[in-house]
């Protein structure tokens, strides 16, 4: 491979990885929001659409 393909080859897969960066992270924060969140509040029909928390603390007593 010549010396100019591989420096455009760095160059582009620099590029590629550069711009890939955001949208991992929002995908990421995305993910830590429904699994810390979002399932935490929703009602689950499977356990009397209660929500997990309220579903452990009847559970529980």
């Known amino acids: 491979m010549s010396e100019h ?3 455009r080859k ?4 620099a590029q ?3 711009s890939a ?3 991992r992270r929002r995908a990421q924060a995305d993910w830590v929001f429904i699994a810390s ?3 935490r509040q929703r009602l ?3 356990i ?3 929500s997990p928390e ?3 603390q009847k559970r529980s007593r």
């Not at 760095?10 to 897969?13: K, P, Q, R, S």
């Open 5 to 7: 393909k591989r420096k």
């Open 10 to 13: 760095l160059y582009e897969n």
């Open 16 to 18: 590629a990885g550069r």
């Open 21 to 23: 960066g955001p949208h």
């Open 37 to 39: 969140i979002y399932n």
């Open 44 to 46: 689950h029909s499977a």
């Open 48 to 50: 009397g659409y209660l």
């Open 54 to 56: 309220e579903y452990e």
